[in-house]
């Protein structure tokens, strides 16, 4: 069975507890729990209480030093092109407070594109045309805007086997 085979139109379906949404261009995100194998998704909930409460995955190893946690992927059509955005709670990039600036963070993209994001689409045999990585000081939910957060964006491409930068 293809991987194309197990999608479908609103959304992929993917085989672990963690909420993926399925970034809609209107009104946000929709939440959805998934699971490839009836029961699985409970057990594994049962299994490890910190995925249960939603608790984000941190990333502690970026070029730039700073501490983030995966908050959300979410999976959207745009156009022919499938997308996965992968978002990060950042805090370290507040303008207020925060020591990590955008130039500072810049290469954190490229890394979490190639050493995160590539491996979590393999692992959960997800198909991406455009991986979009966003960092964020604070929750915001997806499609809303918040003039007190700041917020870093990149987008990239695989090509045979890498992330290549995709200015949009």
């Known amino acids: 069975m293809s991987r194309r085979s197990r999608q479908t139109p609103e959304c992929s379906t993917v085989r672990w507890p963690m909420a993926v949404r399925t970034a809609t261009p209107e009104g946000g995100a929709l939440r959805r ?49 499938n997308w996965l955005r992968f978002r990060f709670l950042a805090p370290q990039i507040a303008r207020d407070g925060g020591d990590v600036s955008y130039s500072a963070a810049e290469p954190d993209f490229m890394h979490l594109c190639n050493r995160f994001a590539r491996q979590y689409i393999e692992e959960f045999e997800l198909e991406a045309d455009v991986i979009a990585i966003s960092m964020m000081d604070r929750p915001v939910p997806f499609g809303q805007s918040d003039a007190q957060a700041t917020q870093f964006f990149e987008v990239f491409r695989i090509a045979e086997d890498s992330c290549v930068w995709d200015g949009f």
């Open 33 to 81: 729990i998934r699971s490839g194998v009836r029961g699985c998704a409970a057990a594994c909930l049962m299994a490890s209480p910190a995925v249960a409460q939603e608790q984000p995955q941190a990333i502690r190893e970026v070029p730039s030093g700073q501490s983030l946690r995966l908050s959300e992927v979410l999976i959207d059509t745009v156009g022919s092109d």
